[in-house]
């Protein structure tokens, strides 16, 4: 307030703010007869007329560095998230080396990969609670054929996945995935047909 006395009870810095948004008749017959209140006033209205200094170099420039480690940190996440895409492609149009058979010359192979708080691995020997898996199959049986997913685990048996029509060939991916849990080994089979395969998984 001015070194100036009010006449009466003093009107509040914010009462005279808002009064100068919207005025108000109580407050302005306080001001014309308060000298103080009015100085007061005054200085309220000389702040509202005077124009924002020119931003500055130094605040510019900070601005640009706040929007470059946004766009640097959500760069960032992206190309994690595109890194195990790739893993996971590749993995998935990898040929197998050396195909193993089963007995009568069929060939029927089970693969499975793991996908781990984004890691991805596979052919995978073991499991941990919450891990996700995709299972990969190799077949030489031409036209379309189904294919069932068994889990063994504890004396039961699942049915993780719904049946799929698939296409024979070097390791097809099945629909879908599933996750694992448990402390006891498990034993994902693939059923096409007459003909089964199996890969074991052992608790982590």
């Known amino acids: 307030m001015s070194a100036m006395t009010c006449i009466g ?3 509040s ?3 005279l703010e808002q ?8 407050v302005a017959r306080h001001l014309a007869e308060c000298g103080a209140c009015r100085a ?3 200085t309220i209205e000389a702040d509202r ?3 924002l200094p020119p931003l500055g170099e130094v605040a510019i420039a900070a601005a640009a560095r706040r929007r470059r480690a946004v766009r640097t940190r959500w760069l960032a996440a992206a190309s994690v998230a595109a ?11 990898r040929e197998p080396e050396n195909l193993p058979g089963i007995k009568g ?6 693969d499975l990969i793991r996908e781990r708080s984004g890691e991805v691995v596979a052919s995978p020997v073991s499991f941990r609670d919450g891990d996700r898996f995709k299972v990969l199959v190799t077949c030489a049986r031409r036209g379309e054929i189904a294919a069932d997913v068994t889990v063994e685990q504890a004396g039961e048996v699942f049915t993780p996945l719904a049946p799929a029509q698939i296409r024979c060939g070097n390791r097809v991916p099945l629909p879908g995935a599933f996750t694992l849990t448990g402390t006891t080994p ?3 089979c693939v059923h096409l047909a007459s003909r089964s395969a199996c890969a074991t998984l052992a608790p982590d």
């Open 19 to 26: 009064h100068a948004l919207a005025a108000s008749d109580e």
């Open 83 to 93: 890194a195990a895409a790739v893993v996971l492609l590749a993995v998935l149009r």
């Open 9 to 11: 009870e003093p009107i």
């Open 105 to 110: 010359g069929d060939d029927l192979v089970v």
């Open 49 to 51: 007329g005077r124009a």
């Open 13 to 15: 810095w914010l009462r």
């Open 186 to 188: 498990a034993r994902v």
């Open 40 to 42: 007061c006033f005054a």
